[in-house]
């Protein structure tokens, strides 16, 4: 699985978009990204994932480019409890296990 | 909506004993997953199982360590033998399969294991 690189921390005001950024420059045609949050100590949450094209649903948005080598994730309104550490993932969809980096911890600010 | 439940939520235990970590999977999932994440660390992958045996296993998961699905709602990790550095929390996750599956693991809420 390609690997990702993401900043290590990423503060949000309150009520604004967060747009967490992830470089996968290896990624290959056929892997996904994936992006799990993780509040405090439970377990990963899955959010969103896409292949090529950009997805949208009730918790956050995905932007991949065009080339797929980065991506972005976008909580539009961010809240107190969007205060989580953050992580992008790729993957073949029949892959086996997921690979968890250190992610983006993200605090979001009142 | 459909959930990944562990038990024991939190289990302290003297050094040496044994040890077993109960999951149960969402009900039409065939994919089975243990981490576990030590305190402030990453979480870290420990084995994956399919079709009733260990499809793959990370260093970590050690003869110590086995997983079992008994019956056909539960999965279980055993730790035979707990030494100090097995404190951690532990992750169950599961995932469905098929044409309509996108790869997403879902996972429990953590058993924490507490080693003295």
């Known amino acids: 699985d390609a690997k990702t690189t993401q900043p290590t921390s990423m503060d949000c005001a309150e009520g604004r978009a967060a747009n967490l950024p992830c470089n996968h420059s290896?990624?290959?045609?056929?892997?996904?990204v994936y992006w799990y949050r993780q509040i405090h100590s439970q377990g990963p949450q899955y959010i969103i994932h896409?292949?090529?094209n950009n997805e949208t649903n009730e918790m956050a948005s995905l932007i991949i480019t065009e080339d797929r080598k980065s991506s972005t994730l976008i909580l539009p309104h961010a809240t107190l409890r969007d205060t989580a550490v953050y992580y992008c993932i790729v993957r073949f969809r029949t892959g086996n296990q997921f690979y968890f980096g250190t992610g983006t911890s993200l605090t979001v600010i009142p | 909506e459909p959930e990944v439940t562990q038990t024991p939520s939190h289990q302290v235990t003297q050094m040496g004993q044994e040890v077993i970590l109960r999951c149960v999977p969402i009900s039409n999932h065939l994919y089975f997953y243990w981490y576990r994440q030590i305190l402030g660390q990453k979480v870290e992958f420990l084995v994956s199982?399919?079709?009733?045996?260990?499809?793959?296993k990370s260093e970590i998961f050690d003869d110590q360590f086995s997983v079992e699905r008994p019956d056909g709602s539960n999965f279980t990790l055993k730790i035979r033998s707990t030494k100090l550095e097995d404190s951690a929390m532990y992750f169950c996750a599961s995932r469905g399969t098929g044409a309509s599956n996108t790869g997403e693991l879902f996972f429990g809420e953590g058993s924490r294991l507490t080693v003295l």
């Open positions: 290896t990624i290959s045609g056929n892997e996904y």
């Open positions: 896409g292949l090529k």
């Open positions: 199982f399919y079709n009733n045996e260990i499809s793959e």
